[in-house]
């Protein structure tokens, strides 16, 4: 949730781009890497873009294809902000005050607005499981991340990142 708000934010104080083609978000680029306390010798993807990821696998050097145990897309995400309600005189919540037939009863408290922000991308994340720890261990740097993004029916682009760097070892 924390990644959201801040994805929210960067968007927000990035602004609108001319027209033309989509201009790609900040921080587009897909992210690689063992999260820690996470399932040992597993590399979590994550992605932001105007596609959904359809396929991941780790490329060996011989290459050798391990697909993504799994892939979640999340389109659109929103996050939904409902201010606190304060109760006292000088709160700046609205109090009914006997206007008109449908008026609130003196001293019960309007609820407050709600603001809604809607990520306007997908957010995506995969999970893949290194099949020879050990191998990934001594060889990392040519390994690599295949990335297929797509909308059906037919827009859909691969891309390749680089495999992240093992965490170090246990004691």
């Given at each position: ?65 391990t ?43 309007a ?35 295949r ?25």
């Open positions: 949730m924390r990644i959201l708000a801040g994805l929210l934010i960067v968007l927000a104080l990035t602004g609108c781009s001319g027209a033309g083609s989509p201009a790609g978000l900040p921080g587009d680029q897909p992210r690689a890497g063992f999260p820690a306390g996470g399932i040992a010798n597993q590399i979590e993807v994550s992605a932001v873009d105007r596609l959904a990821l359809r396929s991941a696998a780790l490329v060996a050097p011989d290459g050798r294809a697909p993504a145990l799994s892939i979640t897309a999340n389109p659109a995400p929103t996050q939904t902000v409902s201010p606190q309600l304060w109760s006292g005189a000088n709160s700046g919540a609205l109090v009914g005050s006997g206007i008109g037939a449908n008026a609130l009863s003196p001293g019960i408290v609820p407050a607005a709600q603001t809604q922000t809607r990520l306007l991308a997908v957010v995506s994340t995969a999970s893949i499981a290194v099949p020879d720890p050990v191998a990934y261990r001594r060889g990392w740097r040519k390994y690599h991340i990335l297929t993004f797509g909308a059906p029916p037919g827009e859909f682009e691969t891309r390749e990142i680089p495999a992240p760097e093992p965490p170090p070892p246990g004691p």
